[in-house]
């Protein structure tokens, strides 16, 4: 069993502290050139590791060591560690110290750090998420049955979708926006948006929903936990809706390295189930 306290540690002021960790890594390597060197591994979800990607998930994990010597028993998540054992599996910490690293690299607005904290084995089990983009600047963050907020702000549950003149949704997210990929559903995109924007990170798109920004988004291939976590419960807590398409329980995608299912959000029901045919197809 886990340790008491292990879901009390104040997890936002952890994240708070890496994100300004990794502020400080980005400040470091400010140029493409540098953001780009690599290290000549690949990470456990298969991706070639970047110096920034490395120097990142250090910082993090120096923060999860002060916990575990704390007292605090958990697993830990990464995309490039894999799982690494603190003394206990119940409660897990998912992490992604850059989401959007190819935007991170080029010097494109939204890349984000995302860390998600779970007493359970799936998506369903997330009882705390955060994200940070570093492109404006936001604060992302939710605890499950508490809401979610943006820059300490709560987000209004009640946001709906917006639509234009022929039923289409203004605006929808797509991310895995490889052009392939792309052109393998362009033929029906046309029916349920007016307008696409692809950000290039799952987390930050995820907010924008979240914030109805946007008004849905989907994942035209298999979704890694360390990009979704967070970003899913951020979602949920604003009031709109998640589905991993490729389970029968719409939060049943495991909290691990392997990339399980495409993903799809949106600010309804109805939305959501529409969408869900996509990445299905």
Known sequence: MTRPGALEVD?????????????????GSPSTRERAEETGERGEGGDRT????RAAEDAVFALLDEQHAAGHRFCAISEERGVVDYGSPDVRVVVDPIDGSLNAKRGLPHHA???????GPTMADVAFG???DYGPGEEWAARRGEGATLDGRRLDPAAGERRD????LEVLGLESADPRWVAEVAAVLPDHAARVRALGSIAVTLCQVAAARLDAMLTLRRTRAVDAAAGQLIVREAGGEVA????EEPLGAPLDVEPRSPMVAARTAATLARLAEVPRA
């Open 11 to 27: 997890w936002l002021a952890l994240c708070r502290r890496a994100t300004c960790a990794l502020r400080e890594v980005l400040a």
């Open 50 to 53: 970047l110096v920034i990607d």
């Open 113 to 119: 750090i995302s860390i998600a904290v779970a007493d």
């Open 130 to 132: 955060y994200v940070y």
């Open 165 to 168: 003149a022929s039923g289409r």
């Open 244 to 247: 991993f398409v490729g389970f």
